[in-house]
């Protein structure tokens, strides 16, 4: 069974830092690119990172270059966002994506809330 699972999401004040994991399960994760989107309530689903099978390469949405990273284990199936410099318009809830051709794969999401 697949799964993807992210955690790591709270309440966070502006300026802040969080590490989102999403843990995968059910497939060949290192096969896979990994990507995490966002979704804030009345705006579109938005990339936000995408990270390449090995690590190698990595792109960001403009909104949050030099804040955010991504990275991943392949030893630990395992996919993270770390996210420094938090601002309320980061608020949404993020999900973890997985790719390898047609085969796609989501995660059930995970609320983060920038907020004072």
């Known amino acids: 069974q697949v799964q993807l699972v992210e955690s790591g999401g709270g309440l966070v004040q502006p300026g802040g830092s969080l590490r989102l994991a999403c843990a995968a399960s059910g497939f060949t994760f290192r096969w896979y690119a990994m990507n995490w989107y966002r979704h804030a309530p009345g705006k579109e689903r938005e990339l936000v990172a995408a990270?390449?099978?090995?690590?190698?390469?990595?792109k960001y949405a403009d909104s949050v270059k030099g804040r955010f990273t991504i990275s991943r284990d392949n030893a630990k199936n395992t996919v993270y966002l770390r996210m420094n410099s938090l601002k309320p318009e980061d608020t949404a809830v993020y999900y973890c994506n997985a790719v390898w051709g047609d085969n796609v794969y989501w995660g059930q999401g995970t609320q983060v809330t920038v907020s004072s």
């Open positions: 990270i390449t099978t090995t690590g190698g390469s990595t």
